[in-house]
T-cell receptor, first 113, second 114 residues
Framework: DSGVTQTPKHLITATGQRVTLRCSPR?????VYWYQQSLDQGLQFLIQ???????AKGNILERFSAQQFPDLHSELNLSSLELGDSALYFC????????????FGPGTRLTVL | DQQVKQNSPSLSVQEGRISILNCDYT??????FLWYKKYPAEGPTFLIS?????DKNEDGRFTVFLNKSAKHLSLHIVPSQPGDSAVYFC?????????????FGQGTTLQVKP
């Protein structure tokens, strides 16, 4: 158990819908990351937050947004869902957000029908 | 552009022998490297890391070697155990970006046979 929690574990929804994925980092970690793993792609970095502020953005679609709240938990919002958004979404956390170990949560499996 | 490459999709090793997993990178700004192990439908589990100021780091059965001139790192597992069977990912980051953004390789599936 990494100490990072993610909910829900599974999510099935239809095209065009909007969903919210939630992540609670390990106690003491200030940085939260979101990654996407789809079948034909490896783990792709989406976005990083540090202590409530956005620190880095990867290839995150405009239909996707995220935020980190004062209690340090984070949410990833996916809207206007398409079939191709079906993937595993992982959250990770680390202490300082640069050159430190990222610990991953168990992931949310999103299926868009 | 694949900045981190794991050229062997799979590796099969006998229990008790050494497993060597390889990873190459192209971005010379990468200075922090990690190895993760992943089971299906689970999140990646951190194994070991190395920064570019070192060329070797050990933790129990796991050793990571870094060859900066060749832009190559490897993970050695000795002795290999059946429970080590999983997908192994190497990942890299650049401290100059002031972010923790990790670039992952495509993974190598390790099978350890009893």
């Amino acid at each position: 158990d990494s100490g990072v929690t993610q909910t829900p574990k599974h999510l099935i929804t239809a095209t065009g819908q909007r969903v919210t994925l939630r992540c609670s980092p390990r106690s003491g970690d200030l940085s939260v990351y979101w990654y996407q793993q789809s079948l034909d792609q490896g783990l792709q970095f989406l976005i990083q937050y540090y202590n409530g502020e956005e620190r880095a953005k990867g290839n995150i679609l405009e239909r996707f947004s995220a935020q980190q709240f004062p209690d340090l938990h984070s949410e990833l919002n996916l809207s206007s869902l398409e079939l191709g958004d079906s993937a595993l979404y992982f959250c990770a956390s680390s202490v300082v957000g640069v050159m430190d170990t990222q610990y991953f949560g168990p992931g949310t499996r999103l299926t868009v029908l | 552009d694949q900045q981190v490459k794991q050229n062997s999709p799979s590796l099969s090793v006998q229990e008790g022998r050494i497993s060597i997993l390889n990873c190459d990178y192209t971005n010379s700004m990468f200075d922090y490297f990690l190895w993760y192990k992943k089971y299906p439908a689970e999140g990646p589990t951190f194994l070991i890391s190395i920064s570019s100021i070192k060329d070797k780091n050990e933790d129990g059965r796991f050793t990571v070697f870094l060859n900066k001139s060749a832009k190559h790192l490897s993970l050695h597992i000795v002795p290999s155990q059946p429970g080590d069977s999983a997908v192994y990912f190497c990942a890299a980051s650049a401290s100059s970006s002031n972010t923790g953004k990790l670039i992952f390789g495509q993974g190598t599936t390790l099978q350890v046979k009893p």
